[in-house]
């Protein structure tokens, strides 16, 4: 197919086709707002968590081919690759794939990943405090009760009453670690807990 003169968008065709497959909700443009590293590397973080959370399978992070930037290399992109290997360790990621010079596909591990991958990757000295599971409502608590008897289940632990609250505490601490702050984020966790849920299944 021939571009046609002057048009000042080339890959118009495989914008569209971007456009229908991961539409808007399942897209970070990082290049629309010229983000620092450090900023960009916040966003995807938080933004990626999300996703995660809310099972959106695939997704698509834009971080522009650097054509502006010195040498014509993305320090944006630069800074996204790298935290999204430092999210494949942490369960957050599954896997990375580069779509175009300038955007990535990524796709979102399990919630279930990300949850296990402190107990499998820290030793118990540097693991962050639990969260205390004190105060959550009667939905919630089912919620996580649930899932934590299955997690022991699927370890072959005894689902007794110490090792069910135990499992809960840290069950619930690392869903809360990975749900970024926010409006309605009890829902969101919430949320999160029931996909981790269905992951177990």
Not at 93 to 103: K, R
């Amino acid at each position: 197919m021939k571009k046609r003169k002057g048009d000042p968008h080339p890959n118009r065709l495989s914008e569209a086709l971007e456009e229908i497959r991961f539409g808007s909700e399942r897209t970070l443009n990082l290049r629309a707002s010229l983000p620092s590293q450090r900023e960009a590397a916040a966003r995807v973080d938080s933004w990626l968590r999300l996703q995660q959370v809310q099972r959106a399978g695939e997704v698509l992070v834009i971080t522009g081919r650097g054509n502006q930037s010195p040498g014509g290399v993305s320090v944006v992109r630069s800074a996204v690759e790298r935290h999204l290997l430092l999210l494949r360790r942490l369960g957050v990621v599954a896997s990375i794939e580069e779509n175009t010079p300038g955007s990535f596909i990524v796709t979102l591990a399990p919630v279930q990943a990300m949850v296990d991958a402190p107990t499998r990757r820290r030793t118990r000295a540097s693991q962050p405090p639990a969260v205390s599971i004190a105060g959550l409502d009667t939905a919630t608590l089912q919620i996580l009760r649930a899932l934590s008897e299955r997690a022991l289940e699927a370890l072959g632990a005894p689902v007794t009453p110490s090792f069910v609250e135990a499992e809960m505490a840290r069950q619930f601490s690392a869903i809360v670690r990975a749900v970024p702050e926010g409006p309605d984020r009890d829902a969101r966790i919430r949320g999160a807990l029931e996909a981790a849920l269905v992951d177990m299944d």
